[in-house]
């Protein structure tokens, strides 16, 4: 789903190998990703899978491609050096922004390239991982700028720094209304009495989690050459997986990763810690789920392709794979990963040879002897939306009803389910007027009305309108109409006067059918034509199929 | 219609004709009339031969000349409604015992047309005239004068544009001379339709006077600006008298008591006129001379000068015996180049009829349709396909929800239960799952469902054969921007198939099949995709003949923790197709919209 940008130049540079852009796209699906654009340099990949947020930078497509062209193979290993550093974590943060995880990254090179792959991939996981920053926040801070130990704690909120971008102090409160990042995301906070805050040793403000950095350590640039990444959040697990995938990528960039001691009083942590995860399944499912007949050796040679590692023990697979993985839930997984190396179109494609009897839907039958009968009365079929809005259906009628609502729709036009076919068609009709007439439409389509007795508190019901336009019709002739189509449906029907709002009075009937269905007849009357718009006469039929 | 002195044939004069016409075969009506070796009146000669050919003994043909019927076609006619022979037998007494036949009123059969004696161009003219030119004609004739365009509709008895273009025709033809003469045409302005509605300001005026001397000031009938004129044209017609004291008192007359009884002319005339436009030529002058006085009056009137239409007819119009065009006035020649009017056929919604050859498809491939109900529970359209509560497709932007009604029913307790499980451990599918706490009240949001696969999920918690075929034709609705490319509401074909010992490359091979029947795709390709609900997942692009390599649609293997955790052992293999971009290929359009176009037009005149 995430549309990644990255520099061909630097993705070919990661990999060590050059494409053309037909080799690009086909190396791309490797990493389920679809070139959206290219120009020049500029790429626009979308990445397929939401669960692979170590996709979603240059360095992470880089990754998964060089398995697959075979500059690497197995699992990516990352060693962690040992840091000093140390961050307090305090317990008052608890109901607040209670988790975080961090690391040091040294002797990095950062080029303007680099520094966009670490907003963006801040960004994205931020974004859809984190849940707009609500799960996880991401800070990127220059190392040298950090002094000593540090502190993440619940600060006051008249505590001051100068955020990023700003040149002068700010309170934490005033930032919140101040700073366009305080806007955007200060409702995380703003309810606490206090907000989460970072400092070092010498109580020099790195940032307000998950708002901004500060304007001093919080500043990177292409002259940083050393970096400390934050990362916070509510679970431990996931604040730890998105500062293992900001590591990677940035290890790949010729970083050293050194560990941070994360200190919450009675228990410490080491992060980032990167694991091996496992999972175990019999080796005949690969070939029983894709049809295929790989031996050990090729299931083994495909696994190290898709940076995994595989080793049979007796009957079983047993399948290691990095900890940033967290896509890989179930054997079937690990499955397709062997599939994509093999390449899906290497595989042949086998016909079902079952048989089974087709048929439609009951219901469907019933209704499609309709719609021929209503062809063969010279009737032209429509189609109008189901989605419309009270305006048509309710006010336009001269009608008070309940419609079928929908909570968050884009548009009053699209905000209530269809109750009646009629409105739609008059509204059809009132965009045709400089069509010849007579104008003879019908629609045979479901529309929604609320019962509680139902599962889904609705009922859909199938219905049928035909409307029939020329200066000269009139009750008599749709009732002509009618009857054909009642005599040929074999359906027994009574005709009862009633008074009908839309309706002219003393042209309009309700119809009964013996199986119980109703349904209405008449001439439309002149307030709902001047309501539509409508200028010729208007005889109309709506009946439940 | 009876003929005035028309004598009623005798039998013998009858056969007197036949023998006649058996002698000589296709002359005109007039040489056969001066052929027959005893002299009879015209007319009656003429009732003579109408009968004939309503008997079917003789025919008028295209050239004007008769004919007889020949003796098969006699013999078949006679033969296959003998009743019609005692019919005849009885005719011919009627004829003449009453000689009231009514030759003009029983054309059920068709006849050739009469020309009579015309030369060949005014023949045609003569045949080919409309009934209001017909009409005309004989008003005409009758009249024996000139008539204004407004006589002409009133003693023709047609509407008055159809009057109008019959001069026009008319005159073309050479039937008839028309002139326009300008006249000028009088109808009410803004006082005069007020003083219609509520009378004469002077009438009102004198209504509220009575008898004694009223002062000026406690008239309080009529508005200050209108006294004076009411006054003058009081005063002028000796309607009231007049004195000065401290202020102008007036009284009524005896002429003001008489003009109080009755109606005056001038509001005759109002009446006359009412709310049309009349011709001032066509009043008398009396009435010309009271118009003149409301006239005067302001903004009584309203003059227009308009050219008037005349006609008169010519010698050749004359000539066209009216009578017996009139005659046959219901069976006129028609010119088989003139434009008709446009009528078209029912027809099926193009898209629509798409839909029902894909679905006719499906069932010959063996598929069964599925229910697809528009609202459905979040539990079907995410739950039971294993897409997690917390996922970001399932946010309010991302998807539509219910707020009336808001929360529908869930399916037994054991397979709630199930997909609970499946949630947040993985189930009976040895997964690890996706480890939250799963909210039976989420599930139970309505909404409107936002892909086909919702009803799968409810076709495999309903129960399902082995071996199966399911698939449905879903609306959709999603809070998509709606372009070119995307609608609020779209379509989709899906469904899956499940059996015993079924494989991704059986998915792979049912894919293809689908590209080269509904599509004509000419290869296909498989590309790794992702779908929440399926493992291994795949998209599926065909080669089209004319646009290349186009997206066709996405499948895969519905992920173990749906089936296993619904009991069904078999893998099922799912499928979608873009129903909608199929639909433009074959129909040829650009834009998805016009898919569901409202343009009357459009639809008339496609396939």
Redesign the interface.
Same mark, same amino acid.
């Given at each position: 789903m995430p549309t990644i940008e990255s520099s061909k130049k630097d993705l070919e540079e990661l990999i060590g190998k050059k494409f053309s852009k037909e080799e690009l796209m086909e190396v791309l699906l490797c990493v389920k990703g679809e070139l959206d654009a290219i120009e020049e340099d500029v790429l626009k990949i979308d990445i397929k899978e939401t669960n692979r947020p170590d996709l979603w930078s240059t360095e992470g497509i880089a990754r998964g491609i060089k398995a697959y062209v075979g500059k690497e193979k197995g699992i990516p290993e990352y060693k962690v050096l040992k840091g000093k550093r140390k961050v307090f974590i305090d317990e008052k943060l608890n109901g607040i922004r209670p988790k975080g995880a961090y690391a040091e990254i040294r002797e990095i090179k950062i080029t303007e390239e680099v520094l966009l792959q670490i907003i963006q991939l801040q960004e994205k996981i931020c974004q859809s991982f984190g849940k707009k920053r609500e799960q996880i926040a991401i800070g990127v801070f220059d190392l040298d700028k950090v002094k000593g130990n540090c502190k993440y704690f619940a600060a006051e909120p008249s505590m001051e720094f100068v955020p990023l971008g700003f040149n002068e102090m700010m309170s934490l409160r005033e930032i919140l209304i101040k700073h366009p990042k305080g806007k955007e995301y200060g409702k995380l906070i703003e309810e606490f009495e206090k907000f989460p805050l970072l400092v070092d040793e010498n109580n020099e403000v790195l940032s307000m989690p998950p708002i901004i950095n500060s304007d001093t350590s919080g500043k990177v640039t292409t002259e940083t050459k050393n970096l400390f990444v934050d990362v916070t959040g509510f679970n431990q697990e996931l604040v730890n997986t998105a500062l293992k995938i900001m590591c990677m990528a940035l290890a790949d960039r010729k970083g050293k990763i050194y560990s941070v001691e994360l200190n919450y009083g009675k228990k410490k942590l080491i992060s980032p810690e990167f694991k091996k995860e496992k999972i175990v399944f019999s080796l005949k499912e690969v070939n029983e789920l894709l049809g295929t007949e790989f031996s050990k050796k090729e299931i083994l040679k495909l696994l190290e392709k898709r940076r995994m590692q595989g080793t049979v023990k007796g009957k079983n697979l047993v399948v290691d794979y990095g900890d940033y993985r967290k896509d890989i839930i179930h054997s079937w997984d690990v499955i397709e990963e062997i599939a994509i190396a093999f390449d899906y179109n290497k595989l042949v494609p086998e016909t079902l040879n079952v048989f089974t009897l087709g048929s439609l839907e009951e219901e469907n039958k019933g209704i499609n002897k309709a719609r021929e009968l209503c062809i063969g009365f010279g009737l032209q079929e429509i189609a109008s939306n189901h989605l419309t809005s009270k305006e048509v259906q309710s006010k336009k009628m001269f009608l008070e009803e309940e419609f079928v609502e929908i909570a968050n729709s884009v548009s009053l036009n699209w905000e209530i389910f269809r109750k009646k076919l009629l409105p739609e068609s008059l509204d059809f009709l009132s965009k045709n007027k400089h069509c010849s007439y007579p104008q003879k439409i019908f629609e045979a389509g479901r529309c929604v009305e609320l019962n509680e007795s139902k599962e889904t508190g609705v009922e859909e019901k199938w219905k049928l309108c035909i409307c029939i336009s020329h200066s000269k019709t009139n009750f008599n002739e749709m009732k002509s109409v009618f009857e054909a189509l009642a005599r040929e449906r074999k359906t027994g029907f009574k005709l009862k006067e009633a008074k009908i709002p839309f309706l002219e009075e003393g042209r309009s009937a309700l119809i009964e059918f013996s199986d119980g269905k109703k349904g209405f007849i008449g001439e439309i009357s002149r307030k709902v034509m001047e309501e539509f718009g409508l200028e010729t006469n208007v005889s109309v039929l709506e009946i439940e199929l | 219609m009876a003929k005035k002195g028309l004598h009623s044939p005798r039998l013998d004069t009858i056969s007197m004709v036949e023998e006649t016409i058996k002698k000589n075969n296709g002359l005109s009506k007039t040489e056969l009339w001066k052929k027959l070796p005893k002299q009879m009146m015209y007319q009656t000669f003429s009732t003579v031969i109408d009968y004939l050919i309503e008997t079917k003994k003789i025919i008028l043909n295209t050239e004007g000349k008769i004919k007889l019927v020949l003796e098969e076609e006699k013999e078949k006619t006679e033969g296959k409604e003998s009743l019609k022979g005692t019919e005849e037998a009885n005719e011919r007494k009627e004829i003449k015992e009453t000689g009231k036949k009514e030759i003009g009123t029983q054309k059920k059969q068709s006849i050739e047309v009469f020309k009579v004696d015309l030369d060949d161009k005014t023949k045609k003219i003569a045949v080919e005239l409309s009934e209001i030119e017909r009409k005309s004609l004989k008003a005409l004739n009758e009249e024996k004068k000139e008539l204004s365009v407004q006589e002409l509709s009133e003693k023709a008895g047609i509407e008055l544009d159809s009057a109008r273009r019959s001069i026009q025709w008319l005159n073309e033809k050479g039937l008839g001379k028309a002139r326009i003469q300008k006249s000028v045409f009088v109808s009410l302005g803004k006082e005069g339709l007020n003083a219609l509605k509520l009378g004469l300001p002077e009438k009102n005026f004198l209504k509220e006077l009575g008898t004694e001397w009223k002062k000026i000031s406690e008239i309080k009938s009529i508005p200050k600006q209108e006294i004076n004129i009411a006054l003058g044209n009081a005063k002028k017609k000796g309607l009231i008298e007049l004195k000065k004291e401290k202020e102008l008192i007036i009284k009524t007359t005896e002429k003001g008591k008489e003009f109080l009884k009755k109606k005056s002319e001038e509001e005759l005339m109002l009446e006359k006129i009412g709310e049309k436009e009349i011709n001032t030529d066509l009043l008398s002058e009396k009435e010309k001379e009271v118009l003149k006085f409301l006239g005067f009056r302001k903004d009584f009137l309203k003059h227009k000068e308009k050219g008037n239409e005349f006609i008169s007819i010519t010698e050749k119009g004359k000539e066209i015996k009216t009578s017996e065009i009139l005659l046959n006035a219901k069976i006129r020649k028609y010119n088989i180049q003139d434009p008709v009017q *446009?009528?078209?056929? +029912? /027809?099926?919604?193009p =898209? =629509?009829k798409f839909q029902?050859e894909i /679905?006719q498809k499906? &069932?010959?491939?063996?598929?069964? *349709?599925?229910?697809n109900?528009?609202? &459905?529970?979040e539990f079907y359209n995410f739950d039971v396909l294993f897409q997690p509560q917390?996922?970001?497709a399932r946010t309010? $932007?991302d998807t =539509?929800?219910?707020?009336?009604?808001? =929360?529908?029913?869930l399916p037994e307790k054991r397979i709630v239960n199930a997909i609970k499980a499946a949630h947040e451990n993985?189930g009976k599918?040895?997964?690890? +799952?996706?480890k939250y706490t799963w909210s039976e009240k989420i599930a139970s949001q309505?909404m @409107?469902s936002a892909h086909g696969t919702a009803h799968s999920a409810r076709q495999l918690v309903k129960g399902i *054969?082995v071996?199966?075929?399911y698939f449905s034709t879903a !609306?959709c609705?999603r809070?998509d921007v709606v372009d070119a490319t995307h609608l609020? *509401?779209f379509n989709q074909l899906e469904g899956f &198939?499940l059996?015993k010992d079924? $494989?991704? !490359?059986?998915l792979?091979?049912?894919?293809?099949?689908f590209a080269t029947e509904m599509a004509g795709a000419e290869k296909v390709?498989?590309? @790794?995709?992702?779908y929440?609900f399926t493992?291994?997942? &795949?998209q599926l692009n065909a080669l089209h003949p004319n646009l290349g390599w186009v997206e066709f649609g996405g499948a895969g293997?519905f992920?173990?923790?749906i089936t296993k955790n619904l009991g069904i052992k078999e893998?099922c293999l799912a499928w979608g197709l873009g129903m909608d971009r199929l639909a433009m290929f074959k129909l040829k359009l650009n834009d998805v919209r016009e898919l569901?176009s409202?343009?009357?037009?459009w639809? !008339?005149k496609g396939e």
């Open positions: - | *446009e009528i078209f056929p +029912g /027809k099926k919604q =898209y =629509y029902d /679905k499906l &069932v010959s491939l063996g598929f069964k *349709e599925m229910k109900p528009l609202i &459905v529970q917390n996922h970001p309010w $932007t =539509y929800k219910l707020k009336k009604p808001q =929360y529908g029913k993985g599918a040895k997964s690890k +799952g996706w309505l @409107p *054969e071996p199966g075929k !609306r609705f809070p609020i *509401e &198939v059996g079924f $494989t991704f !490359r059986k792979l091979g049912l894919l293809k099949e390709k498989f590309l @790794p995709d992702y929440p493992e291994p997942s &795949v293997i992920r173990a923790e893998k569901f409202h343009n009357l037009n639809l !008339r």
